[in-house]
């Protein structure tokens, strides 16, 4: 049944501060002036966090979201930003102009990610613990349609041409794959032990997916559901990014700290990059020759020059980042999910 639309939280959560009873000898005007400097201070913490790229310079904003954000979809066609919120099983909808959620719909239980047909606009999410797929109509920000799919659905792919969407079920040791136009799953690809992370290539004719329990990254034939190559990597891989015209697989190695790329071509890995600690996913920014590294454990980012395959900055940011995103108009996206907010970071101001 489609979910009821909630309003958004106000930036920062919880209540305001109490500042009536107080037994002081203050004027009532003292006492407005107080509790207007810590409203102010609330505010501040709840959307400012981590820094800008460079050292002094002054914090980055951040958009208030659900509890625990985890992934991020961004359509800027429409101008919208999805969080999901894992701890409040919800999605927050933002406006990428306004920079603030203007909606929040609920979904099922433990929301882990989230991706978007910009052909047909539909927003796709994974529910870890309902073991489902929420379809969302942009148009209406409600659910239109919940598919069925294999034990604990994580990570997320969409072919937009063919209107085919992949599951990675990381107990299920599968890959749902869902007809668009049907809203049901029409396949299922096996082979794969503990799969973790999804990427597609542009024309859909390889599958690229992260097996944790073996320390390699799969390469699926969707027209037959075979496995035709295997890379190994570090220790359990986790988030893709796939830069196809380079033909390089950027692979975040979860419990080695580091970030393998390799050739998509040869199946080696002809660099691993060491970075903080906890990387669960990366981002491209092909135009300026930059990957993004959400290291969780470290309330950091690191920025990889794709030429070097150095890093050349490590940014801080809030608590848990567990997902980034590049956005329009150099706005670097970063779910923090022990701050319950994405911070927002210019890609201009690092590395």
């Known amino acids: 049944m489609p979910s009821p639309l909630k309003s958004a939280p106000a930036p920062g959560g919880g209540n305001a501060p109490a500042c009536g009873g107080a ?3 203050y004027s009532a005007a003292m006492r407005a002036v107080t509790c207007a400097l810590i409203l102010l201070s609330a505010l501040f913490v709840a959307c400012s966090s981590g820094n800008g790229g460079k050292d002094g310079d002054d914090p980055a904003p951040a ?25 409040a099983s ?11 959620a203007i909606n929040t719909l609920s979904v099922g239980s433990g929301p882990s990610s989230i991706a978007v047909n910009r052909e047909s606009g539909l927003v796709y999410v994974t529910n870890s613990f309902t073991e489902t797929v929420n379809v969302i109509s942009p148009e209406t920000a409600d659910t239109v349609a919940i598919v069925p799919v294999d034990r604990q659905p994580w990570a997320i792919a969409v072919d937009e041409a063919a209107n085919l969407i992949y599951v990675a079920n990381a107990e299920g040791r599968s890959i749902s794959v869902i007809d668009g136009r049907v809203g049901a799953v ?6 794969v032990d503990e799969p973790w992370g999804l990427e597609l290539s542009p024309d859909g004719s390889e599958l690229y997916a992260s097996d944790a329990a073996a320390d390699q990254v799969l ?18 891989p986790r988030g893709l990014a796939l830069d196809a015209a380079a033909g390089r697989l950027y692979v975040a190695n979860s419990e080695a700290s580091t970030v393998s790329v390799v050739d998509v071509e040869t199946g080696a890995a002809i660099a691993t990059v060491a970075v903080e600690s906890g990387p669960y996913a990366v981002a491209l920014d092909t135009e300026r020759g930059r990957a993004y590294v959400a290291n969780s454990l470290s309330a950091s980012v690191s920025v ?10 490590t940014a801080a940011v809030s608590a848990g980042p567990w997902d980034v995103a590049v956005g329009p108009g150099g706005a670097l996206y970063v779910a923090c999910a022990g701050a319950d907010q994405v911070v927002v970071l210019s890609v201009d101001r690092l590395g």
């Open 23 to 25: 037994r002081l000898l």
């Open 186 to 191: 029409v396949d299922t690809l096996t082979g």
């Open 304 to 313: 990889i020059d794709t030429t070097t395959n150095e890093v050349v900055e």
């Open 63 to 87: 958009i208030a979201t659900g509890t625990k954000p985890w992934g991020l979809a961004i359509d800027a066609q429409r101008g919208r930003l999805y969080a999901v919120n894992k701890g």
């Open 219 to 236: 390469v699926f034939d969707p027209a037959s559901g075979a496995v035709t190559q295997r890379f190994d990597v570090d220790g359990r």
């Open 90 to 100: 919800s999605v927050s909808i933002i406006d990428l102009d306004t920079q603030m």
